[in-house]
């Protein structure tokens, strides 16, 4: 066969013939390792996408890590430019502070500060936010502080109406969000929105500094006083920058 088709061409005539016959057999033979083929691309190609997928992840996180930052350095420039202004507003020496820690007490509000009294703190000195009266300092070391805050239910402020002048006592509750001025006749003259400030007796804080606003002023039948609700000022669960301020007679010893 080889030398009738070398010499004489003898399958010449009937080769395409055999061409349809051989086809099938190549095509199965083939499939196969097309199969075996397509699989490892398409296995190969998951694994890549599934690898890009994770990658695409990875650095979305990394992007949203970075923009919460950039959020958090924002809010803190924005906190110390109103420190910065609070502090320009201030007539008495001060002594800028940071937050650093809070007690985990449930009956105690205090905060831990990293001034002590070798950056002059003092126990009574008076604790200030960016936006209002903290509270004071109530135990000292070398470099921090103990401030309980006006919110705590033992602590009282020496207050006055800033519209009216009348004068009260404000005590914090224990709540975070809420105090009660204290003796408030029925006949006072006392409304929603009213701004109570230091009053500067006692000796306890300087005059003038904002406390809190009033909330709510309810008259029960029977109570001797009203019931005078007053939202702080300050905001004591969430500054990180505070001023303390030398009282006047503190300096002059």
């Known amino acids: 066969m080889i030398v009738g088709e070398l010499q004489y061409k003898v399958f010449t005539p009937i080769r395409p013939y055999l061409t349809w016959l051989v086809t099938p057999i190549?095509?199965?033979?083939?499939?196969?390792?097309k199969m075996i083929s397509w699989a490892e691309m398409h296995?190969?190609?998951r694994e890549d996408l599934v690898a890009h997928n994770q990658s695409l992840n990875?650095?979305?996180?990394?992007l949203r890590g970075q923009l919460?930052?950039?959020?958090?350095?924002?809010a803190e420039n924005v906190r110390l430019r109103e420190l910065?202004?609070?502090?320009q507003r201030v007539e008495e020496?001060?002594?800028?502070g940071e937050v650093i820690g809070f007690d985990q007490n449930a009956y105690s509000h205090k905060v831990l500060i990293d001034?002590?009294?070798?950056?002059?703190?003092?126990?009574?000195?008076?604790?200030?936010?960016a936006t209002g009266v903290l509270g004071q300092v109530v135990e000292t070391s070398a470099y921090t502080s103990r401030v309980l805050l006006i919110a705590d239910a033992s602590h009282f402020v020496p207050v006055e109406l800033a519209r009216t002048g009348l004068r009260s006592v404000l005590r914090g509750t224990g709540d975070m969000r809420r105090m009660e001025l204290m003796s408030v006749p029925h006949t006072a003259d006392i409304k929603k929105g009213d701004i109570l400030t230091t009053n500067g007796l006692a000796n306890r804080f300087p005059?003038?500094?904002?406390?809190?606003?009033?909330?709510?002023?309810?008259?029960?039948?029977?109570?001797?006083?009203?019931?005078?609700?007053?939202?702080?000022?300050?905001?004591?669960?969430?500054?990180?920058?505070?001023?303390?301020?030398?009282?006047?007679?503190e300096v002059e010893q």
């Open 84 to 87: 910065l202004d609070a502090s």
């Open 115 to 129: 001034k002590g009294f070798s950056n002059g703190a003092y126990v009574g000195q008076p604790v200030l936010d």
């Open 58 to 62: 990875q650095e979305l996180l990394l």
């Open 207 to 249: 005059v003038g500094y904002p406390v809190g606003v009033v909330r709510n002023v309810r008259h029960v039948s029977g109570k001797p006083y009203a019931d005078v609700d007053v939202v702080p000022l300050a905001q004591l669960g969430r500054s990180r920058h505070v001023m303390l301020i030398e009282r006047a007679e």
């Open 26 to 33: 190549q095509v199965v033979v083939s499939a196969p390792q």
């Open 68 to 74: 919460q930052r950039l959020d958090s350095l924002k």
């Open 43 to 45: 296995l190969d190609s």
């Open 93 to 96: 020496k001060v002594v800028m």
